[in-house]
């Protein structure tokens, strides 16, 4: 990996050190300019590539986007090259019932910086999730423009939670500390994902950015804007979708 190369990619121009303020800016540059996506999935067809050159070759040099074993994946090379001590971690995706989803059902980190006892949770595969890492302190709430979140540990593990516009609580995903093994305990759950039968992820196709303000979505034919609370939902045709893509995304298929 060029470190500089992957940080053009991001567009971040700061100086890059293992601690906290690189981190941060480090997440917010890559959910501002990396999109949450499964093109390859829907529409294209492609097979989810997990090795390391793979994900190089998409999301720095073919400037593509990914879902969480590619993002996560990537973000957590680039980290470890910067020095940083980089866990991966099994998350579980909340069901809209309350249950959990497969092991493996989602990639999240746990960061720190090396030899210093600070932790902190990194994630730039789950969406519409946090712009900044969680740190791991009790009762202490993630303030993000009109969200916030939080981590919980229950059960074994940690659960990440979300209040939202309608200032609710909602939980997010579980996870656990124990260390996994990327790419081979995550192929599995890949897969699971790309299938039409078990997962949305392999029936509709999604692209998803973060912006300065709120967030831009393309799902299926619906482009959806979000700004702060506000959104806004427009059909899409079939013929408008590359020029969307490239405007909103900067991607082309």
Known sequence: MDIQTYLRRIRYEKSVQPNYETLR???????????????????????IQLKEESLWDKIVVRQRGGFCYELNGMFAWLLRKIGFDVTYLNGRVYRDDGSL????????????????????????????SFMEPLKFEANSDHAENQRAYKLEQANGGYVMWQRDYDDQ??????????????????????SYHQNPKTSSFGRESLISLATSDGRVTLANNKLIVTKNDRREEIPVGEKEIPDILKQYFDTVL
């Open 25 to 47: 800016g480090l997440q917010r540059a890559h959910m501002l300019s990396v999109p949450f996506e499964n093109l390859d999935i829907v529409p294209l067809h492609r097979p």
């Open 101 to 128: 989803g497969i092991d493996f059902d989602h990639l999240t980190l746990l960061v720190s910086a090396l030899n210093q006892s600070e932790r902190w949770l990194a994630d730039v595969g789950f969406g519409d």
């Open 169 to 190: 609580w909602k939980h997010q995903y579980f996870f656990d500390l124990t260390p996994r093994k990327f790419p081979d305990d995550y192929l599995a759950g890949c």
